[in-house]
């Protein structure tokens, strides 16, 4: 049964003068209960007249008081005077607040006829409110409405809106059009108009063409309105979630007690009334306010204590206000012009908060602001100042300091300097501890576990990162589930259930990988559709950062589910996050470079697979530019993503045109643009780099190495079958090429089917893959041939991979069971071979693959000192490295690299001496 969560608000007024207001407050709330019922949540909104009329044993107003105390929230309403009771109410609220941090105080004035003034006690509590409370008092209301918006924004952080209503986990619970923020927007109500516009033409063209379907003209007309109405409405909900966004922002500076100088407020006033970003950033990047705030500083060395503080509330009013000049300029979209703007903003904010000790948070904001834009050493220096700042400011919160070290152990994650990553966190998981508030600090050691967990896969594997991550599941999952409304909770969930997913998956949980990516993806959705950057916590992420989330958990979802060899599946959830990623990089494409290049490249392997092979170069062509642009900025975190998306695309243009997977050298193959590809990748390695952090990248340059030393030549094509001496020969003008057989054919193409290169023993008899099916009857193997006949079937040699798997099981046994001779062991051995690349390399069965491989290499020592084999074997070893590595063995993985470097240069020396001593090759 669903916690129900309790928000107590108690209403101080007037009772005579608000007697129309308090019923419609409580007819308002009322509603909302409904609408929120199913949800868990219930308002409760008492006022006095509503409470217990019995005796009391004290007077009546201290039942008041003390309902006071342990509401969450007390809403004033004040108009022409404001009364002896409410002042009391007001008191006890104070007291409580400032010892509890409990109950929040909303006063609101009402505007008074025009002609009346209002009594000297208002003007005087107004006063208190900025001197005790530090709320500045914005413009009275003067419809009901603004302050049933304002409770709802200030009470729930996850608000959204959409055409004109605001939601709360999808239900309406409140209509903006007697909101002033909105209803005097012209440029959004000119959009509302023109969508009523198109909305009637769109009905008309649909009535006409229920009597003539076929028109192609009211056919094109229909497409043309849906697509412009689209755009509309894209447009519109952009617009109106700028608005609250706005609006929630202001509603915060003024709980801060920032009153907003003239520009900002002049500067909102075209935004939210006519949607004029233009003319209000022009307005905030005022150059005379500089020297304003220039002059203040100065004043500040000369002035009393009482004027220093007046001079510094002018330092923070420009701090926030050039805050929402980087809001406008984001909400406008970001370009390398604005992002550098962005920068120099932040620079001079920063200089200010160090300068004159205060906002210094906006050293934090300008430094998430640089990871977004994968400017991560700079975001480094930026946080490591703040860092420094925080150790010697005694009066820093527990909370800041560790959400700090929590944003700075992931910029240093992400430039792969993972010793510094742990020791923020080690230093963050000291702090948590001493964090007052029960739900900031268990939230905030949920994630610090997640990130030490993360940290711990990659330098020791997954086991060792499992207790960190599973504990932070727990912790996030209890404070979830006790607080099923807050977003930030949720969001931490979301995070948590992604790595854990991953998890499960590398230890073959795959009911558990499965649904647990499919929880985090429904979290995230939700919360990118709903957005609300209302946070407790500082890393809470902005809109296109969430999305961003989004995105990344989709792909690793889709990579699980390929693997699974649930194609369709992945596609779909892969092209979905496709279709985030484009909508943010529509707005900020820096900030989503990374994933859109991974999702590109992945999408456009799927297709290649599918054979839309068009498709695949353009997602190939999409991703390179992105990842150049990566690896300038951050190579150790995106070069070897780079290299294999450009090999990929290399190898991709060598069977341009072709129907199926066949050997590259055909005249299909468009060499001097592969060849290009080739070149780039081997420039992007690095083996500092990668060494020794992830093997695999050795067999990738060996790759690389051999497409370009190859050049690809026609004249090699005769060589290839021709493994007897296990190494084939491709020749590149006057110089000859040796490389292993197994390697020459993962590069030319990994289907060994298609050319019946693999042998079988039957009857004493070597025979090849044809002609072992066809003396297998199809029912036999279990295959379907669909539309075509069996002679068909197999002359088009498409044949599955369990086929191979099965005929070389089958070769394998046969060898076995023969009598002892001279290659009886080492064609065992290159059935073990073979097998495990089938496994792996085909069918992604990495742990049964490693199991083949170790047997191949038991049986290869006896060959490594025979020159005749020593190319194959050191080709076995690195099978077997890259198969370690795959399961995160790395030391084993380590070992298996070195012996298959030491083969291959035994094999060089020998060659060597061979040539000098004149013996035969």
């Known amino acids: 049964m669903k916690k129900e969560r309790t928000i107590k608000i108690f209403l101080a007024s007037s009772i005579e003068e608000f007697k129309n207001e308090r019923q419609e407050l409580m007819a308002f709330f009322g509603s909302v209960n409904n609408k929120l019922r199913k949800s868990g949540i219930y308002i409760e909104l008492e006022k006095c007249e509503d409470m217990s009329s019995a005796v009391p044993l004290k007077r009546k107003q201290d039942d008041y008081n003390e309902y006071i105390k342990n509401s969450d929230y007390l809403i004033m309403l004040i108009g022409r005077d404001v009364g002896k009771y409410t002042l009391e109410e007001f008191d006890v609220a104070l007291e409580h607040f400032l010892k509890y941090r409990t109950p929040t105080i909303l006063p609101y004035f009402k505007k008074v006829p025009e002609g009346e003034q209002v009594q000297k006690r208002v003007l005087d509590f107004e006063k208190r409110l900025v001197k005790q409370l530090g709320h500045y008092v914005h413009d009275p209301y003067s419809h009901l409405s603004e302050i049933e918006n304002d409770v709802l924004l200030t009470i729930f952080e996850g608000l959204g809106v959409q055409d004109g209503q605001l939601l709360l986990n999808e239900q309406q619970v409140m209509s903006l059009e007697d909101v002033p923020f909105y209803k005097g927007n012209k440029a959004l109500q000119q959009k509302i108009e023109q969508k009523k516009r198109l909305e009637e033409e769109y009905i008309a063209v649909i009535r006409k063409l229920s009597k003539t ?410 991703a390179r530019p992105l990842y150049k642009s990566l690896t300038v900025i951050n190579p150790r975190r995106y070069g070897d993503a780079a290299i294999i998306n450009t090999t990929k695309m290399a190898k991709l243009l060598e069977q341009k045109k072709r129907e199926s997977y066949v050997s590259p050298l055909d005249d299909s193959y468009e060499g001097e643009e592969a060849l290009e590809l080739y070149r780039e990748a081997q420039s992007l390695y690095d083996e500092e780099n990668y060494i020794g952090r992830r093997p695999y990248f050795n067999f990738v340059n060996a790759k690389v190495q051999l497409g370009t030393a190859a050049e690809m030549s026609r004249a090699a094509s005769r060589f290839v079958p021709k493994r007897d001496s296990g190494y084939v020969k491709r020749k590149m003008g006057d110089k000859w090429v040796e490389y292993a057989g197994s390697e020459a054919e993962r590069i030319l193409g990994r289907r060994w089917e298609h050319r019946g290169l693999l042998r079988l023993v039957k009857e004493g008899k070597i025979i090849s893959v044809e002609e072992w099916l066809k003396s297998k009857p199809p029912e036999e193997l279990g295959i379907e041939t669909r539309d075509m006949s069996w002679e068909e079937w197999l002359e088009s040699k498409r044949y599955p991979y369990k086929i191979i798997e099965t005929f070389i099981q089958t070769a394998l046994n046969n060898f076995q069971s023969m009598k002892k001779s001279e290659n009886y062991a080492w064609n065992i051995l290159v059935c073990y071979e073979e097998w495990g690349t089938v496994l792996w390399k085909l069918m992604n069965r990495v742990e049964e693959a490693d199991e083949m491989y170790k047997e191949a290499c038991e049986m290869a020592v006896q060959y490594e000192n025979d020159n005749t084999y020593r190319m194959r074997v050191s080709g076995i070893y690195l099978k077997r490295a890259m198969t370690l590595a795959a399961m995160n063995r790395m030391e084993e993985s380590k070992e298996y690299m070195l012996k298959s470097r030491k083969c291959e240069e035994c094999y060089k020396k020998s060659e060597t001496e061979g040539k000098a001593g004149g013996k035969p090759r």
């Open 213 to 622: 379907p076929s028109s192609k003209d009211l056919l094109g007309k229909k497409e043309e309105l849906e697509r412009e109405r689209g755009t509309l409405q894209r447009a519109i909900d952009q617009m109106e979630t700028d608005m609250l966004q706005e609006h929630r922002e202001m509603l915060q500076k003024r709980q801060l007690g920032i009153r907003l100088n003239w520009r900002e407020k002049e500067a909102r006033d075209f935004v939210c009334n006519d949607g004029d970003y233009e003319s209000a950033k022009n307005l905030l990047r005022d150059a005379q306010w500089e020297e304003e705030v220039s002059l203040s500083g100065k004043k500040m060395e000369l002035c009393t204590e009482e004027q220093r503080e007046q001079q510094l509330v002018e330092i923070r009013r420009y701090i926030f206000g050039k805050k929402t000049l980087i809001s406008y300029i984001k909400a406008t979209g970001l370009t390398p012009e604005s992002v550098d703007e962005i920068k120099a903003i932040y620079e001079n904010l920063a200089e200010k908060a160090v300068a004159y000790q205060t906002e210094q948070k906006v050293l934090q904001e300008y430094a998430e602001f640089l990871m977004k834009q994968n400017c991560l050493e700079e975001g480094i220096a930026v946080a490591e100042k703040l860092r420094q700042y925080y150790k010697n400011d005694e009066k820093t919160r527990n909370k800041d300091k560790a959400e700090l070290l929590l944003r700075l152990s992931d910029l240093y994650y992400e430039v792969v300097k993972l010793k510094e990553s742990q020791q923020c966190l080690s230093e963050a998981l000291e702090i948590i501890p001493i964090i007052a508030n029960d739900l900031e600090r268990e939230g905030l050691r949920a994630l610090a576990n997640r990130k030490m967990g993360r940290d711990l896969w990659e330098i020791e594997g997954p086991d060792k990162a499992q207790k960190w991550i599973r504990e932070a599941l727990d912790i996030s999952t209890s404070l979830s589930n006790q607080n099923p409304q807050d977003g930030t909770l949720r969001w931490i969930l979301g995070n948590v259930m992604g790595i854990y997913a991953t998890l499960m998956n590398k230890i073959g949980e795959k009911k558990e990988t499965e649904k647990f990516y499919e929880k985090s993806i429904k979290i995230y959705g939700d919360l990118a559709k709903n957005y609300s950057d209302s946070s407790w916590c500082s890393l809470f992420p902005d809109r296109e950062n969430m999305a961003c989330s989004l995105q990344s958990v989709c792909r690793n979802y889709a990579i699980f589910l390929n693997r699974m060899n649930r194609r369709e599946e992945a596609e779909k959830v892969s092209r979905k996050a496709l279709e985030v990623g484009r909508s943010i990089a529509a707005r900020n494409p820096q900030a989503n470079e990374a994933q859109m290049a991974l999702l590109c490249s992945f999408i456009a392997g799927i297709s290649c697979a599918e054979k839309r092979y068009k498709e695949a170069e353009s997602l190939y062509r999409e």
